[in-house]
């Protein structure tokens, strides 16, 4: 017995070891290829582009045949479920693009590290990115607290850090943070949309807040507050992503008598709000932020939660009647164009994720990343990407404008409010805009929404 | 025992600086990053393993006490703006009396109690930040901005000078770890952790042989957590989870508990690894639900492997190496305790000390 063991032992550890060498190896020789920019020889030329100029590799991470670009995201982890489907989701529409030309020629390679939401590894994983990979840009980073993680560190690099996939208002202070862009619809433009709809529909009720205890939730009830008069809020409740009881702040909502409750939650605290509320038998209005409203998401959310506890839900029946807002095309709009176009996208490319919220933000994203590095020209410098979105973006997928300028980094400024129904939203009344002052009235947009590109492609 | 202990542990630890340099000025950028990280969990893990391995206690807290020096750290560079190396002192003061108030508690304790209160301690704590968002920033925590001091010169690399930093720290918590291992101090523990009748009726005062390795072990976490905080930026509750907490144990045990070469390897397991397989996840098209899931996956391979085949961790593999090609280590004396064939693969590493003394089962208070 003993002597096996010890025969067991060099056997074993050589295979370990072997195992280990060989990850090694591969893993060093990989940075190596993609991390020298300048190696590949520049006399390739586009085939697509009307081009006068050679391609030349004019910044760190683009070579005459290749864009490289970074990213951080929640693949594993308590923000996975949904989340994790959106750089897949960009990562198609980079596909799509490389296939049908690229941009200028060059392929997008898109790189994202898993960070678990944990800020900590974002450090890491971005430092990653941008020392080691030697990425273009940072290109939708996900999360408000993981990316303020290296918010200053990007900006102290000069590396680009496009479309932060969070909606805080802190990615707009181009003073300070030049390289930063946001780019889904901000919390307080947000939460001033959803208040001046609560404060008009429901005059004389009681309102509820339940909110994450962060920007997040911050800044979404700044908006509220400044649309909602503050005699009807009867009762404020928040809660931390990492503690899922949330009892006692929806017993308060109960007890406060509230009866819309306004949620700026991520899905899984959206889905726990409604399940807590259904067992004390209260069912107020409920209305929900665009990130915490994914119908899809929210169904298998509070089927498979109420499975833990026992017992079953028909998921689109408890999102039936959800109030919130959107900023991109309903998905069960199939006559619009950019929705054909990114399901087309999805359904040859990342066909095996549902056709969801997430991976329409994912396609949407990646389609401005695409429309602002052809503005930023042939052989673009890091600045030139800077450059080319501060001199404002034309309108994309979504369904009001970009705020983007030198003085303001904010991306979409409108949105439409919404309905769930049957598991679908469905847009009630027209699109609005608004801006980020207390003062600044919601307004309804009177622009005309932008027809998707026959290519696919956005136009240089 | 050709040479004086302290001119050996010296020497080594020269060694290691040497190492260190030439890495840092060798590699590039990011992996001067990783040398930080990797001497961030050094300091914090030998700690671990001085608490665990020497005195017989175990700490599922100290994730707990690196965000105490972290927060310190960044609250002094914030609002009095300190030299780093004075706020490191005060972070390594506070830890260390925050170590002695949990370590009079834990004296009592034993076992799965311990590891119960350490637990709670390591998931209370850190929530702290969102009771007093207007001191400790809440879920977003506090930023913290560390450059190279002016007479590096404008061009020196921040992260080749921060490599250097931890390092220093880290090498100098080994040198003083290991002379205190040789120790009076390091001798009761020892005593302690073998038999704690027996100690106590040779004249070793157990309650503050205990309180001590406490104050130690916490104080190394402090310090670990305030170069943590100069290394990422950030100081944040996300970043001192029970996961944190864990992954010390885990580096220690990998690594060889009680050991401080083992600290290192084990540090170098669990900073190294994740990356090298998502390096390895991504480069070979894999989808991506699987790639994510690789690094975890191998982090738990590696934990199983080393456990299976060298219950004493990689310092157990280093020497039994080192045995097989006829090289005599002396150092083997040093952990003495661990018997040669090990507990039973999978077992806690609570439990380790119970399987050398089996007659303790019974005996917690």
């Known amino acids: 017995m003993k002597r096996s063991h010890r025969l067991r032992v060099p056997a074993i550890a050589v295979a370990a070891t072997a195992v280990l060498t060989v990850a090694a190896c591969t893993s060093s020789s990989s940075p190596g290829s993609s991390s020298t920019p300048g190696a590949t020889s520049s006399t390739t030329s586009s085939p697509t582009s009307s081009a006068n100029s050679a391609l030349t590799a004019s910044a760190p991470g683009i070579t005459a045949t290749t864009i490289t670009i970074g990213s951080h995201q929640p693949l594993t982890g308590p923000a996975a479920p949904g989340y994790s489907e959106i750089a897949p989701a960009s990562a198609a529409y980079f596909d799509y693009v490389n296939a049908h030309g690229g941009v200028y020629g060059r392929k997008i390679v898109y790189k994202y590290l898993d960070d678990a939401y944990n800020p900590t590894q974002t ?153 807590n509320g259904l067992k004390l038998g209260y069912s107020p209005t409920f209305v929900v932020s665009n990130v915490g409203s994914d119908p899809i998401t929210l169904s298998g959310l509070l089927e498979s939660f109420a499975k833990q506890g026992g017992a079953t839900v028909n998921g689109n029946q408890l999102t039936a009647g959800i109030i919130t807002d959107g900023y991109l095309p309903t998905l069960g709009d199939t006559s619009n164009s950019w929705i054909a176009l990114f399901k087309k996208v999805h359904d040859q490319y990342d066909a095996k994720a549902p056709f969801d919220g997430n991976v329409l933000y994912g396609e949407a994203v990646a389609y401005t990343f695409v429309q602002s590095m052809l503005m930023a020209g042939r052989n673009p410098t890091r600045q030139d990407l800077v450059s080319a979105i501060n001199s404002g973006l034309p309108q994309g997928p979504a369904v009001a404008p970009y705020a983007f300028s030198s003085t303001d980094h904010a991306g979409v400024t409108g949105a439409y409010i919404g309905v769930i129904n049957n598991g679908v939203l469905v847009q009630e009344g027209s699109v609005l805009t608004t801006d980020t002052s207390a003062t600044g009235a919601v307004t309804t947009y009177t622009g005309t929404e932008q027809q998707a590109p026959a290519s696919g492609i956005p136009a240089p | ?145 560390y450059t190279t001091p002016g007479f590096l010169g404008s061009n020196f690399p921040l992260y080749r000078w921060q490599a250097w930093v931890c390092s220093a720290v880290a090498l100098g918590t080994l040198v003083l770890l290991a002379n205190l291992g040789r120790s009076r101090v390091g001798r009761n523990w020892r005593a302690v952790r073998d038999d704690e009748v ?72 669990i900073v190294l690894v994740p990356t090298y397989a998502t390096d390895v996840a991504t480069s070979h098209g894999l989808s991506s639900s699987v790639a994510s899931n690789i690094p975890v996956a191998a982090y738990g391979v590696v934990l199983i492997l080393v456990m299976l085949i060298f219950p004493q961790g990689i310092q157990g593999a280093v020497l039994w190496v080192l045995r097989l090609f006829g090289i005599s280590s002396s150092r083997t004396r040093y952990p003495a305790s661990v018997p040669d064939t090990g507990p039973p693969a999978g077992e806690a590493p609570a439990s380790q000390h119970e399987v050398v003394l089996p007659h303790k089962k019974e005996g917690t208070q």
């Not at chain 1, 939730?217 to 909602?228: P, S, Y």
């Not at chain 2, 002695?100 to 350490?118: D, E, F, N, Q, S």
């Not at chain 2, 503050?208 to 130690?216: D, G, I, K």
Request: charged share 10%; proline share 4%; hydrophobic share 55%.
């Open chain 2, 198 to 269: 027996a100690a106590a009726l040779a004249g070793v005062n157990v309650a503050r042989a205990r309180v001590l390795a406490f104050v130690v072990s916490a104080t190394c976490a402090g310090m670990a957590g305030a170069m943590l905080a100069i290394i990422t930026g950030l100081v944040a509750p996300g970043a001192f989870t029970i996961t944190l907490s864990i992954a010390l144990l885990t580096a220690a045990v990998i690594g060889g508990l009680g050991n401080l070469f083992g600290a290192v390897w084990g540090s170098l397991v």
């Open chain 1, 123 to 275: 450090a890491t994983v971005v430092r990653q990115l941008v020392l080691q990979d030697n990425v273009y840009a940072i290109f939708d980073g996900l999360g408000t607290p993981t990316h303020l993680a290296v918010e200053s560190f990007l900006n102290s690099e000069k590396v680009p850090d496009v479309f932060v996939a969070s909606g805080c208002d802190c990615w707009n202070q181009p003073t300070t943070d030049p390289e930063t862009f946001g780019w889904q619809l901000d919390y307080i433009r947000e939460g001033k949309i959803l208040g001046q709809y609560i404060a008009k529909h429901f005059a004389g009720k009681k309102i509820g807040y339940f909110y994450q205890d962060d920007e997040f939730g911050m800044d979404g009830v700044k908006g509220l507050d400044d649309e909602i008069p503050h005699s009807m809020v009867v009762s404020r409740e928040t809660y931390v992503p990492t503690n899922v009881n949330i009892a006692p702040a929806v017993a308060a909502l109960h007890a406060s008598g509230a009866q819309v409750v306004v949620a700026f939650s991520i899905p899984a605290f959206t889905a726990l709000l409604r399940l």
């Open chain 2, 1 to 145: 025992m050709r040479t004086a202990p302290l001119v050996r542990i010296l020497g080594t630890a020269l060694i290691g600086a040497a190492v260190v340099v030439i890495l840092s000025i060798k590699l590039d950028a990011f992996r001067d990053y990783q040398i930080a990280q990797v001497a961030v969990e050094v300091t914090a893990v030998a700690g671990l393993t001085v608490l665990t391995g020497l005195s017989g206690q175990i700490s599922l807290g100290n994730g707990a006490f690196m965000a105490i020096g972290g927060y310190t750290t960044a609250l002094i560079l914030l609002h009095l703006s300190w030299p780093f190396i004075a706020s490191l002192a005060v972070a390594a003061v506070i830890t260390a009396a925050a170590g002695a108030i949990v370590g009079v508690a834990a004296a009592r304790l034993h076992g799965p109690y311990l590891a119960g209160v350490t637990l709670m301690l390591g998931v209370a704590l850190p929530s702290l930040a969102y009771v007093y968002p207007g001191l400790l920033g809440g879920d977003q925590g506090l930023t913290v901005v």
